[in-house]
T-cell receptor, first 110, second 117 residues
Framework: DAKTTQPPSMDCAEGRAANLPCNHS???????VYWYRQIHSQGPQYIIH???NNETNEMASLIITEDRKSSTLILPHATLRDTAVYYC???????????FGKGTMLLVSP | GAVVSQHPSRVICKSGTSVKIECRSL??????MFWYRQFPKQSLMLMAT?????????EQGVEKDKFLINHASLTLSTLTVTSAHPEDSSFYIC?????????????FGSGTRLTVV
């Protein structure tokens, strides 16, 4: 699986949009970009995934650059409960493992 | 949505004893289950992959005789930490996936905090 690079930490004010970047310059054509988050002392939670088109669901939006070498996860209106470690993972679909990097610790403050 | 139940959430055991952790897929049949370990302030590290009815595949450096994995049914996998020592204290997390859901990644359990004293 391709490697990803994320900033170690980010801060965001409650109610504002949180934009979490991820670099994946060695992504292969058949690899998707997945985002998970892990709230302290819990298991990771799936957020969203995409191949090349931008994606949106009830939790977040995923913006993938045209060359697919980077992406941004957007939490449109961050709340205190969004404080967590966010992991960007590139992975081929089907049967393949999820390899976690160090992620970004997002701290949402009042 | 898919739900994975993991028990116990916390366990404290004495050094030298064995501990069993259960991972159940509640509303789907899990073709594959994964076991991860997470030390404080570190990321999740994959320990092993198990497929129903087959022997688990362990990652390099993970002792298969120490971390026994059983995936006897499509809804249950167990991880047994044998002869536990303080250095085995960690957060253990399982995840499960069904073939029909693989494109969406996998569903994770809530984790088990193991403390060996």
């Amino acid at each position: 699986d391709a490697k990803t690079t994320q900033p170690p930490s980010m801060d965001c004010a409650e109610g504002r949009a949180a934009n979490l970047p991820c670099n994946h310059s060695t992504i292969s054509g058949n690899e998707y970009v997945y985002w998970y988050r892990q709230i302290h002392s819990q298991g990771p939670q799936y957020i969203i995934h995409g191949l090349k088109n931008n994606e949106t669901n009830e939790m977040a939006s995923l913006i993938i650059t045209e060359d697919r070498k980077s992406s941004t996860l957007i939490l449109p209106h961050a709340t205190l409960r969004d404080t967590a470690v966010y992991y960007c993972i590139v992975r081929a679909t089907g049967y393949s493992t999820l390899t976690f990097g160090k992620g970004t610790m997002l701290l949402v403050s009042p | 949505g898919a739900v994975v139940s993991q028990h116990p959430s916390r366990v404290i055991c004495k050094s030298g004893t064995s501990v069993k952790i259960e991972c159940r897929s509640l509303d789907f049949q899990a073709t594959t289950m994964f076991w991860y370990r997470q030390f404080p302030k570190q990321s999740l590290m994959l320990m092993a992959t198990s497929n129903e009815g087959s022997k688990a595949t362990y990652e390099q450096g993970v002792e298969k005789d120490k971390f026994l994995i059983n995936h006897a049914s499509l809804t249950l996998s167990t991880l047994t930490v044998t002869s536990a020592h303080p250095e085995d204290s960690s957060f253990y997390i399982c995840s499960a996936g069904a073939e029909t859901q693989w494109d969406y990644g996998y569903t994770f359990g809530s984790g088990t905090r193991l403390t060996v004293v």
